[in-house]
């Protein structure tokens, strides 16, 4: 438990759409941010009319920012027309905070009006990679206000770090900072922002709501990552990948943690680069932050590079060549592979004994080898497609499978049993229209297994049902191996309706 407070950043163009939002926020916020640079310019009267007349539903406190497209705002506002908002006496009827740049100075409000905001909070937003500036930054704004914030953008995860040490600092100088990595590589500081002492953290009222990259949305903060509850010792997991922001393991594992009443959490990781992650942020003999990191899942594209960083690796990721669950015990990194037993169980469920059938693999990934590995343990005929068959030909060699051109080998497809997509082909986002094989490839199957999850139904499953081909999606596979990667994380047995459930319905 934290005594951190959620900040709602509520933005619209129109007084009435505002008032709307503030209503929703109020229900969850300890702070409603007001972005009165989102106005129209001709609302802002009404605006400050509706505000005052929220105070009849809403006693919480209001943060009013008034921001310039420089520092991330929505308009292109001049130095003067800033100051003459502040200037408004109107501001003081009804908000309690103010969020103001460095170049309006508190002390002229006050010496205008004879009052003051019960809190400032002096901020500055970094776009470039220019992150020398922070030091400064803070050191400047924290002579002039109590709270500081402090926002820079993050390409990637190691980008964060330096504004995440000027936490510890703030804290030894008993100072208050919100320090916020923008990007998708920065959500984790928002997630763990208030366990390790920034005053607040911000979140968008709803998914495609946000005010700014990275945001994540209020209910989420609250009911999956449950960012009040958490504190220093809070065990951290995540999902150690690129892309991650479409994952649902966060979903579920969170949904598990907080059935067994654990303090845990677990975050995405967007790593583009695995080395620096490890040695900046992992190792505890050379990383740069102080953290509880117990443990990560590992995904596209490192479940094959992840093993060169291991001190101990078990048996059937070894054989496999690639591991997608990490523990860190006594500051050792411990590899498994919880792909294979997720992979095989919903198939056997579905198909049955797959001695002697005919199996084709689509793919030569992690996510593949960790299917070759179950498939010939099961006593199955495998045979490896792929678009690019002299990028897989040591893949095929290393499995002893016959190898295919997915593009040409029709005849081939067609004997199989059952065709395997571990490509990421398919998946949410980019390459959601596209698929690895067509209905008229698949028409001859038993069954059509997508390993992809997210959506539910892939382009790959639509094809396979066009032609009455059974398919499998890849949420149990999911669930699976996300079970095994909770019991190897803490020794308890996974609840599996709840881990279900959370990630089936945030594809709904």
């Known amino acids: 438990m934290n005594n951190g407070k959620l900040c709602v950043s509520v933005c619209a163009k129109t007084a009435d759409e505002f008032i709307q939002k503030i209503k929703k926020a109020g229900e969850i916020a300890d702070v409603i941010e007001l972005r009165f640079d989102c106005i129209n310019d001709l609302e802002t009267g009404n605006l400050f009319r509706v505000v005052k007349n929220s105070r009849k539903f809403y006693n919480g406190k209001y943060l009013v920012t008034y921001r310039s497209e420089e520092q991330g705002g929505k308009k292109k506002l001049s130095l003067e027309t800033r100051k003459e908002f502040w200037l408004d006496s109107h501001i003081f009827e009804f908000v309690e905070w103010a969020d103001l740049e460095e170049d309006i100075s508190e002390e002229t409000i006050n010496a205008l009006w004879g009052k003051a905001f019960q809190k400032v909070i002096k ?3 970094i776009f470039s990679n220019n992150h020398d500036l922070l030091l400064s930054k803070f050191e400047k704004l924290s002579s002039e206000a109590k709270t500081v914030k402090l926002a820079v953008q993050a390409n990637k995860i190691t980008d964060s770090i330096q504004i995440w040490k000027l936490l510890k600092k703030a804290k030894l100088e008993n100072k208050k900072l919100i320090p916020i990595a923008m990007g998708e590589a920065g959500k984790w500081t928002r997630i763990l922002g208030l366990a390790y002492g920034s005053p607040m953290t ?11 990259p990275g945001q994540i949305s209020a209910k989420d903060l609250i009911e999956v990552y449950r960012v009040k509850e958490l504190d220093k010792q809070s065990g951290i997991y995540g999902v150690v990948g690129n892309p991650v922001m479409h994952s649902l393991s966060p979903y579920m594992h969170n949904a598990a ?6 303090n845990a959490v677990y975050i995405p990781f967007e790593v583009s680069n695995l080395d620096e992650f490890i040695k900046r942020m992992v190792r505890e003999e050379t990383r740069e932050i102080e ?3 117990k ?21 059937d990721a070894e054989a496999i060549g690639a591991v997608n669950t990490v523990k860190i015990f006594d500051g050792k990194l411990h590899g498994y592979n919880t792909d294979a037993h997720g992979f095989i169980e919903p198939l056997k469920t579905s198909y049955g004994d797959l001695k002697d059938a005919n199996i084709g693999i689509i793919g030569n990934g992690g996510a593949a080898r960790a299917c070759i590995y179950a498939l010939k343990k099961e006593g199955a005929n495998v045979k490896i497609f792929a678009r690019n068959p002299e990028k897989a030909e040591s893949f095929a060699k290393e499995f002893e499978a016959e190898l295919f051109d997915l593009t ?3 005849s081939k497809i067609k004997t199989q049993n059952i065709l395997i997509n571990t490509t990421p082909l398919g998946t949410i986002g980019e390459l959601e229209n596209e698929t690895p094989a067509t209905s008229e490839q698949l028409k001859n199957l038993h069954m059509a297994y997508d390993l992809v999850y997210n959506p539910f139904e ?4 639509r094809e396979a049902k066009s032609v ?13 191996q996300g079970m095994k990667q909770f019991e190897i994380w803490t020794g308890l047995e996974a609840p599996m309706q709840e881990m279900s459930r959370a990630a089936l319905q945030r594809l709904k």
């Open 123 to 125: 901020s500055h937003h």
């Open 202 to 212: 911000y979140a968008s009222l709803e998914e495609g709501n946000e005010t700014a």
């Open 257 to 262: 943690f907080n059935h067994h009443g654990l």
């Open 291 to 293: 953290w509880n990191l």
């Open 295 to 315: 443990g990560f899942s590992v995904t596209i594209p490192h479940k094959e590079t992840i093993i060169k960083h291991l001190d101990f690796v078990d048996e």
């Open 408 to 410: 040409t080998q029709n």
């Open 458 to 461: 892939t382009l790959f499953m």
């Open 468 to 480: 009455d081909v059974p398919t499998l999606g890849g949420l149990a596979m999911l669930v699976a």
